[in-house]
């Protein structure tokens, strides 16, 4: 987003009244959210709110969330550029395997091209001012300069948020930039492709390769080869999502017989990587349990109608909606509920042999999914650290890293991190707390992970198909009216 301040004016000044009216009623305690959001928090959740049921076109919506904005102070960043590999068709294969293996059959998807995959290496530059620009180098050299202050194993293959259809990894890079340095390691920001462009599972796809880029770097590469128990899968939102889809895939894959896969040449054993962690994941693409409208009002969030469509569609435009139509921006609609695509929907047996997970997030849309897969993760037999912070939005913590429950929250994910590559991962056990509203110290109330949530398998099964029935109504009706226009358009 262009962060500079005639754009931040132009977004504020018509807004005013809503922050002043927010604030007020914030400051007597009068407002639904007082009771778990101070006044800060909850003027941002009603500004960005606002901002966000702006409908615009969504080739508007992604150059301006993918933009730029530089870099400087104290950040290494080497940019990468992942050939594709001339034996890709069994990356691809095995992709297609995975959805098979998972689904029922009547699942419909693009298969796609392989692509040229772009990443970020990020790593902690110290001694430099927050104005200090950019040392000009080539990138290779970037990254040995980087390589010279790293020094732990940890390796962050990170996957941004955007609803899978914005942002970027130089939108991130403040929050890589931070795990990086809170865990002395480093970041490998992936430039997954985006949808409507590049539908369900292009970005799969791209994930695995960044996967394998670093346990076997193809020629060009700055880095060496890096053994899966430094790596750890993270991202927000989406991008959290990516991370577990890619983790399920790699499970499912050895449960299948893989063992190695071929890329760039080289046989790559499947390997499980140290640990997963996750900011705000949202793992149901339908959008259907019940905190999805019951949290609308602590989050920016909006709901979807009573029938799953997005209450702001973007205008149509050249990507948007796509030919022939589909009802959801990322996925086609039998797609919605596989566990590739909504991991909440993965039974407990498919996570058998998973690494420790961990999970943050607050009481936002996205809570009673987050929930529900720590459960069944947990049921399957992995270990997960799940912490929740009463009222906080989707990302809170990406949004407020220097307040206090920000702070604290990512030190848990950098300590998580940092203990299941350094040897500590035996020490971690499954447990589940809610760090209490306004505490001071911050307070954590234990709550045992099999309890975390009162629905029942049933009750998502049931939520997560009949939201899925509707998403294939609309898109039935939406492929006949395309079609007829079609057959018009030939006569």
């Not at 180098?137 to 990170?158: F, G, H, N, P």
């Not at 890329?263 to 499980?272: F, K, R, T």
């Amino acid at each position: 987003m262009d962060p500079s301040p005639k754009a931040l004016i132009r977004l504020l000044l018509p807004r005013l009244p809503l922050i002043f009216k927010t604030a007020l009623f914030n400051a007597l305690s009068i407002s639904k959210n007082s009771a778990k959001q101070n006044l800060t928090t909850e003027v941002a959740v009603v500004v960005l709110r606002s901002i966000i049921s702006m409908r615009r076109p969504v080739r508007f919506l992604q150059r301006v969330s993918i933009k730029d904005p530089g870099i400087k102070g104290p950040i290494w960043v080497s940019k990468v550029s992942l050939p594709s590999p001339e034996d890709g068709d069994a990356l691809r294969d095995a992709v297609c395997a995975a959805i098979a293996e998972l689904g029922t059959g009547q699942e419909t998807y693009t298969v796609p091209e392989l692509a040229t995959v772009e990443a970020e290496w990020t790593g902690y530059r110290s001694g430099v001012s927050s104005t200090e620009p950019r040392l000009e180098a080539a990138e290779d050299e970037q990254y040995r300069k980087m390589m010279k202050e790293v020094d732990s194993d940890v390796t962050i293959l990170y996957f941004h948020g955007g609803a899978y259809f914005l942002m970027d990894p130089a939108t991130v890079r403040d929050s890589t930039l931070r795990q990086a340095k809170l865990t002395r390691g480093r970041c490998y920001s992936v430039r997954y492709r985006l949808a409507p462009q590049y539908p369900f599972p292009a970005q799969l796809l791209d994930a695995l390769i960044s996967y394998l880029s670093l346990l076997s770097p193809p020629p060009g590469v700055p880095h060496g080869p890096v053994p899966a128990k430094h790596i750890v899968f993270a991202g927000d939102s989406a991008g959290a999502n990516l991370a577990t889809a890619l983790l399920l895939l790699i499970l499912t894959l050895r449960r299948m017989g893989l063992s190695t896969i071929k890329y760039h040449g080289n046989d790559v054993a499947i390997e499980v990587p140290a640990g997963v962690a996750l900011n705000s994941p949202w793992v149901d693409i339908s959008r259907s349990l019940p905190s999805i409208n019951k949290n609308a009002h602590f989050d920016y969030l909006d709901p979807p109608t009573d029938t799953g469509a997005s209450r702001h569609e973007p205008i149509p435009d050249a990507l948007w909606p796509t030919d022939p139509p589909r009802a959801d921006i990322f996925c086609n609609a039998s797609m919605m509920i596989h566990p590739l695509t909504s991991p909440v929907a993965a039974a407990p047996d498919l996570w058998k042999g998973m690494p420790p997970v961990f999970m943050c997030l607050g009481n936002e849309g996205l809570e009673d999914e987050i929930l529900i897969l720590a459960r069944r993760m947990h049921q399957g037999g992995g270990v997960v650290e799940l912490v929740g912070y009463e009222g906080m939005p989707h990302c809170f913590a990406m949004m407020f890293p220097t307040s206090v429950s920000g702070s604290d929250c990512y030190k848990r994910w950098c300590e998580f991190s940092s203990n299941v590559v350094h040897g500590g991962a035996q020490s971690i056990t499954s447990r589940a707390s809610w760090v209490k509203a306004f505490s001071k110290p911050l307070q954590a109330i234990e709550i045992p992970i099999e309890q975390v949530s009162s629905l029942s398998d049933q009750d998502v099964a049931d939520a997560m198909e009949k939201m899925q029935l509707h998403a294939l109504a609309r898109e039935k009706e939406a492929q006949q009216k395309w079609n007829e226009r079609q057959t018009r358009a030939r006569l």
